[in-house]
């Protein structure tokens, strides 16, 4: 099965330990603005998505009961439809509204073209 999003083993580590104090957790790929464009994650619902966001991933995370779901907008989407990406985390300082910002770390994108058959797969 192909996906559009992935984690790392760190981010993986990192979203158990968010999950552990906030609860449900949420992603949405941020477009721009102040952070650039980093994936910023939310306690589920924090973030209010709507007709003009798509539904990527619902990551299922080892260790955590619920999937964690992974959101874009649909204008950014139409730009990087054609990406696979795969959520990490390295140490700064990140935005100040993701969760992870009080730990000293943040999460970032790895990105990569989706291949031929990859696309075929997902019905692009």
């Known amino acids: 099965m192909v996906s559009r999003v992935e984690v790392t083993p760190a981010a993986a580590d ?26 910023m994650c939310f306690p589920d619902g924090e973030f ?5 966001d798509v539904l990527l991933e619902e990551l299922d995370i080892d260790g955590v009961a619920e999937p964690v779901t992974f959101w874009m907008s649909s204008s950014q989407f ?4 054609h990406t696979h990406l795969t959520v ?18 943040r999460f970032l994108i790895r990105s990569r073209l989706l291949t031929e058959d990859e696309l075929a797969e997902l019905g692009d």
Do not use: K
């Not at 990192?14 to 994936?39: K, V, Y």
């Not at 209010?48 to 003009?52: L, V």
């Not at 139409?78 to 439809?81: P, T, V």
């Open 78 to 81: 139409a730009l990087w439809r």
């Open 48 to 52: 209010r998505t709507g007709s003009s």
């Open 88 to 105: 990490d985390v390295v140490p700064g300082r990140g935005s100040g509204f993701s969760l992870e910002a009080p730990e000293g770390v």
């Open 14 to 39: 990192l979203i158990r330990s968010l999950h552990g104090t906030h609860g449900p957790l949420m992603f949405h790929q941020s477009g721009g603005c102040c952070d650039g464009s980093a994936p």
